[in-house]
């Protein structure tokens, strides 16, 4: 059975206003960061998703604590929704000794075993055949547990995603490579970094499915990665989902983006996936003004006691320079 096509799913109210929650928080968490960067308060250089959320909302929702994510250096949020906390995340970006790292890395390499996160390492592409090892361990443990990896448009072009996807297709391995196409790699048209419009086509050359869809639309991500994880559990393979979305922001916080037109950023910006989903929610009556002000409130509690309780963290000291070595 194809993964993608006719996934049907129902998601209950409370369900709803949850992958809301998180389109919000994950949102608010990026906005403030930018902030704080220009504070000063962040010792690691920061790559905002903002604008980008709907891939990390959708494809993360309903993900067991056991199946694995690779996230990259622009997915904090996917930390967030995989059960690090906002204080100890935002903690890793001040490099306090509460982060988790305890101040150690430049903030983007972490993982957590525990909850089935993996860290990034700095090579783009690197962590795909990794995520490759990983489903061939749920398979030969014989568990039905799953891998989301993401990669960008332009990790796309290196020969660790060939590879990755060739050995994944060839295994059958339980995994969902979820391309975030924010249509720039640092200051890159993707244009100049493909001759094809669709990453999604490179699937069918490793013989799984490959799909592009509106990486802007939170539902829309939702019901891909379902069939997608659903395929994988069965034990029938992987899938690609190209998700086309934007980045607002630079490439990162010191990138002020001059290679792409205020007319390019304005029409995506149109396309938030934020209002769309309010819209949704209203429509449906799902969402009034006075839960979306207590989604809003419950947001900026969330970030504002990650923000005092990461300021009032400890520094690490000289001696955890050499703690938790192995050799
Ligand atoms: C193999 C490799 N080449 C180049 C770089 C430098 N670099 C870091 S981020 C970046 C752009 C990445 O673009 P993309 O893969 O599309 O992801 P995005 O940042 O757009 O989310 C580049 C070129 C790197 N880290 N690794």
């Known amino acids: 059975m194809p993964p993608i096509k006719r996934t049907k799913f129902k998601l209950t109210s409370e369900e709803l206003l949850e992958m809301f929650y998180w389109l919000k928080?994950?949102?608010?968490?990026d906005e403030r960061l930018s902030v704080l960067v220009r504070q000063g308060k962040v010792r690691s250089g920061v790559y905002t998703g903002i604008g980008q959320e709907a891939v990390i909302v959708g494809t993360c929702f309903h993900l067991r604590r056991e199946d694995y994510i690779c996230p990259l250096?622009?997915?904090?949020?996917?930390?967030?929704?995989?059960?690090?906390?906002?204080?100890?995340m935002m903690s890793q970006m001040f490099a306090k000794m509460t982060g988790l790292s305890k101040g150690r890395d430049s903030a983007l390499h972490s993982g957590v075993p525990e909850l089935g996160i993996f860290g990034n390492t700095s090579m783009l592409g690197a962590n795909l055949p990794v995520a490759a090892?990983?489903?061939?361990t749920f398979k030969m443990d014989k568990t039905d547990n799953v891998v989301i990896a993401y990669f960008g448009e332009g990790a796309s072009n290196v020969g660790d995603f060939h590879e990755a996807l060739n050995f994944a297709?060839?295994?059958?391995?339980?995994?969902?490579?979820?391309?975030?196409?924010?249509?720039?790699?640092?200051?890159?048209?993707?244009?100049?970094?493909?001759?094809?419009?669709?990453?999604?086509?490179?699937?069918?050359?490793?013989?799984?499915?490959?799909?592009?869809?509106n990486g802007n639309d939170v539902l829309a991500v939702y019901q891909a990665t379902l069939g997608a994880i659903n395929h994988a559990r069965r034990g029938e393979g992987p899938t690609l989902i190209e998700c086309k979305?934007?980045?607002?922001?630079?490439?990162?916080?010191?990138?002020?983006a001059f290679y792409r037109s205020d007319e390019e950023l304005a029409m995506w910006k149109s396309r938030d996936p934020i209002p769309t989903f309010t819209t949704y929610l209203r429509a449906r009556h799902l969402l009034d003004d006075a839960k979306l002000a207590d989604v809003e409130a419950r947001v900026k509690q969330a970030i504002d006691e990650a923000v005092d309780y990461a300021s009032n963290a400890a520094d690490p000291g000289p001696e955890e320079a050499i703690a938790d070595l192995y050799a």
Request: with cysteine; net charge negative; hydrophobic share 40%.
């Open 25 to 29: 928080l994950i949102r608010a968490f």
């Open 73 to 88: 250096h622009r997915d904090l949020g996917a930390f967030l929704m995989k059960g690090v906390e906002p204080r100890v």
């Open 133 to 136: 090892g990983l489903g061939l």
């Open 169 to 213: 297709g060839v295994q059958r391995l339980p995994i969902v490579f979820v391309c975030e196409n924010n249509q720039y790699a640092y200051s890159v048209p993707i244009e100049r970094s493909m001759a094809i419009d669709d990453v999604a086509d490179r699937a069918e050359s490793y013989g799984f499915e490959g799909v592009a869809i």
């Open 245 to 256: 979305t934007y980045r607002w922001h630079g490439h990162s916080e010191h990138d002020k």
